[in-house]
């Protein structure tokens, strides 16, 4: 049998999930180890909902089998299970484990689900360890054929109920606490909005101003790729500092006030004019519910945003904002990760991926050195 692996990560780093920074922070452990000496993975939790043709929302709720070390003929999500490492792991990623675990606790195919969004992060605590739980909610096709995995459900009771036979056995059966909450709060919501959400645009329907996020780890040219698109269409950019209240560190070796130098001199040099920029610093809270209204505090009003990160994209999606289309080039190549691991190998063609004058900029905040010492002192712990 294959070893599960899975995506693994230190208490400490959990918050940093919030803010969507996943491959940075997670890290292989073969799963019977990871359960062995108690370190926190990532899993999933999918809830499943199907519209009838006499437009009533029925719920897919799955009952643990009796043999099941956890929760055992508990009812529960309508599919759960960890997530397998992979390098440089996304929201992307993760989704396809939560269509995955419904494959094969449902057998419902790929092709039979209409829509899967992202809803929130959960910190869960179960016999073994701590998980963080991903949980997803999935639109399916009505009809779907369903074939409950017998290994792992008790296949009677594991089906799709109505929004009354689910109040009814979330009062009176052994439901995992969990998966008992967002049960209880999707009966009590508008089921069908969640999956036919209106972009916002504003009254006169303009799309002048555009959001651009990033955390500019340094400033490189798929960064000023991406501001000259936005500009070609936008009358005005704001541009939002991503996780500015960190700094020296592996991740973030660079302040707030460095990156800020950074764009104003790459946007000096090109000759773009003041009027056309504003920059914010945001820093995180570590929430991904409350994400989004505490960016949109602080940077005010726009028409669309413009983001390549999935997690980013996703949160303002469910918030209903306008999601500009993904733009960039050669995402490995001038990817700030990239960047600082050359420099820290002390590969000199790093010079080639950002503008000269943000180059002078971090040998003049002597970053170069800063990266390398934070790198030597990562290996070494």
């Not at 990160?309 to 990817?335: A, C, H, M, P």
């Not at 050359?342 to 943000?358: A, D, F, G, H």
């Not at 180059?359 to 934070?374: D, H």
Request: net charge positive; charged share 30%.
């Amino acid at each position: 049998m294959e070893k599960e692996i899975l995506a693994c990560i230190e208490d400490e780093n959990i918050k940093y999930l919030h803010s969507g920074q996943i491959s940075k922070y997670v890290f292989p452990l073969e799963r019977t180890e990871a359960h062995k000496k108690r370190i926190s993975h990532l899993i999933i939790r999918i809830f499943i909902m199907a519209i009838t043709p006499d437009n009533k929302i029925i719920y897919l709720v799955q009952k643990r089998g009796k043999n099941k070390k956890s929760y055992p003929e508990f009812y529960t999500d309508s599919a759960s299970g960890h997530v397998i490492y992979k390098p440089n792991l996304e929201l992307s990623d993760i989704k396809e484990n939560a269509i995955r675990e419904l494959e094969e606790e449902f057998d419902i195919s790929p092709n039979s689900i209409k829509k899967i969004i992202f809803h929130d992060l959960n910190t869960e605590q179960d016999i073994f360890t701590k998980e963080v739980a991903y949980i997803f909610f999935g639109l399916v096709e009505y009809p779907v054929k369903l074939k409950p995995n017998p290994k792992e459900l008790e296949i009677n009771e594991s089906r799709f109920y109505s929004k009354k036979e689910l109040e009814n056995l979330l009062s009176n059966e052994k439901a995992v606490d969990y998966s008992k909450k967002i049960w209880k709060d999707l009966i009590h919501t508008d089921a069908l909005s969640l999956f036919e959400k209106n972009q916002k645009t504003n009254k006169s329907g303009s799309q002048d101003v555009a959001l651009f996020i990033g955390r500019f780890q340094p400033l490189h040219h798929g960064h000023i790729y991406v501001i000259y698109r936005i500009l070609e269409t936008h009358k005005k950019l704001k541009i939002g500092i991503g996780s500015s209240q960190l700094s020296k560190t592996k991740n973030d070796p660079f302040t707030s006030e460095e990156r800020i130098k950074f764009i104003k001199s790459a946007f000096e040099k090109r000759k773009i004019s003041k009027n056309r920029f504003e920059i914010y610093e945001i820093p995180d809270i570590f929430n991904a519910q409350k994400w989004v209204d505490h960016v949109v505090s602080i940077v005010g009003d726009f028409d669309v945003i413009y983001s390549n990160s999935d997690w980013v994209r996703q949160l303002f999606r469910n918030k209903n904002y306008l999601v500009g289309k993904k733009l960039g080039i050669f995402k490995k190549k001038y990817n700030a990760s990239n960047i600082r691991k050359l420099i820290s190998r002390k590969k000199k063609n790093w010079t080639n991926l950002v503008p000269k004058e943000v180059a002078n900029l971090m040998i003049e905040f002597k970053g170069i050195e800063r990266i390398q010492s934070l790198y030597e002192i990562s290996e070494e712990a």
